[in-house]
């Protein structure tokens, strides 16, 4: 049965702290659902309402996008490990750059990772959990470095010229603002 809540408890809070990844979702009112997985020390918890997340580098740059146009978000979480659970955080997703006041701040939160680009902070409107007992139990083996590894044998110029060819606007032409100079 599902339950809802204005803002993460104390649990919730401790359960999101044990997963390993997470599931990122975002829609434009006309276009393409999309779903992303995430993984790696990416995910920070602000307060019970309020996280964020630091995006790294990837093949297209959709929920910045998304989130630009209107700013709908979920990020999902669900247990591979001991008690079934899923938890989803439903609200408002901005996006946050280098270039943006809020970036040092936030940054500070998280390790420095080759091939960042923006921060997604969402301000949790809904907290939704369900039993997840359908879900298969895995076992964590480790993180994967190999979008780390890539970042690094990009550089910094590499990762420039990725963002301009791949970043830049959506599968449905949605603009992410990645490159602005404002």
Excluded at 56 to 69: K, P, R, V, W, Y
Excluded at 143 to 165: E, N, S, V
Aim: charged content about 20%.
């Amino acid at each position: 049965m599902a339950k809802f809540y204005p803002e993460l408890t104390e649990s919730l809070q401790q359960f999101i702290a044990q997963q390993h990844l997470f599931f990122t979702a975002t829609a434009p009112t006309e276009g393409r659902i999309n779903l992303s997985p995430k993984g790696i020390d990416t995910f920070r918890i602000l307060n019970p309402q309020a996280v964020a997340y630091l995006d790294l580098t990837g093949s297209g740059n959709e929920s910045s996008a998304h989130l630009i146009e209107n700013g709908r978000m979920t990020i999902m979480f669900c247990s591979f490990q001991g008690a079934p659970l899923i938890l989803r955080l439903y609200g408002r997703g901005q996006v946050i750059y280098p270039r943006d006041v809020a970036w040092q701040e936030l940054a500070s939160l998280f390790p420095p990772i080759p091939g960042t680009r923006q921060i997604i902070k969402l301000a949790v409107e809904l907290v939704q959990t369900s039993c997840g007992a359908g879900v298969p139990l895995y076992d964590f083996v480790t993180d994967r470095d190999t979008i780390i590894d890539w970042a690094i044998r990009k550089g910094k110029d590499g990762l420039q010229d990725y963002w301009h060819a791949k970043n830049q606007v959506s599968i449905d032409g949605l603009p992410t603002h990645l490159l602005d100079e404002s």
